[in-house]
């Protein structure tokens, strides 16, 4: 990546400026989705820029929901959605959808399954 | 896109925490949470009429909306998180996108400020959400009746209303537990009012 001359650099910069302005991303992505580092990801030849390195170093251990990398980057939510879509898309991550339990969406026998699951977990904690 | 990793599917769940502010949201996460609660801070741009009664401002507004939440691994392949939402009860476009495919909700209750919650119930009816009502006992004082509680914020007798401690682990376990309880005897009433 080349930057021009009047890039601003630092961290006193506009959040949006680490997606170049953009604030649609290419994947809508939901808060609780799971994100993985894949193997492209972790062989780091296909990184453009810090960003892309510390999300790649975050979801290459344990799975990371979107919520949580904009958390640890301390950036706003809308970043992180733009930052992951685009690495999504050039396969340096897997991107695992929630589970949605809306009452008239989804596969009833699926989302019951998962529910009883669910249960089963807390009652161990 | 043959992942050897994919051999199950990963995927995750979220309960909504809600309540007024300061009534103990990010405390009840923290209570169960395998992290310590992280925030993260969503940029909202909305056009402010309807937000404000400010329509002399035809543009938008940019408002910056925190939110804390935590985690629990259920298992390797699903996780699930609890989302704290913003105390701040004017935000429902916030709101939109975290009670979208949520399990369900606990509305967290301070019997000192009843009415601060109203308007979360209003919204998780008008959503189709299912909900709970968890009353936090402050230093374990059970200073209502459950029934005069449920009487005051005139919801359904399915509602489940519940003491709660949200300091406490064990408390805040069994109040999950009860969601998603209500949650699975929902459904299986609706299976049944099919046939």
Redesign the interface.
Known sequence: MVLGGDEPTGSLVR?YAVTRGRTRPQLEI?????V?T??RGRSGQFLGGREQKVIVDLCGGR?Q?L??I???MEV???VARVLVADMAADGLL?V?????????GGD?SV??E??????S???R? | MNSPADTSRVTSAKIVIAGGFGVGKTTLVGSVSEITPLTTEAIMTSASEGVDDNNLVPDKATTTVAMDFGRITIDQDLILYLFGTPGQTRFWFMWDELVRGAIGAIVLVDTRRLADCFSVIDFFEHRKLPYLVAVNCFDGKQLHDLNDIRDALQISHDVPVMYTDARNRESTKQVLIKLVEYVLSMRRTRTVGVH
């Not at chain 1, 939901?30 to 799971?34: D, H, I, N, Q, V």
């Not at chain 1, 695992?96 to 008239?104: K, L, N, Q, R, V």
């Open positions: 959040p939901a808060l609780e989705a799971l993985e894949t193997a799975l929901s919520a949580e904009a958390a640890r706003p939510l809308g897997a695992h959808e929630p589970t949605g339990f809306d009452a008239d009833e989302g019951t998962l529910l009883e699951r669910v249960l977990g807390l009652r904690l």
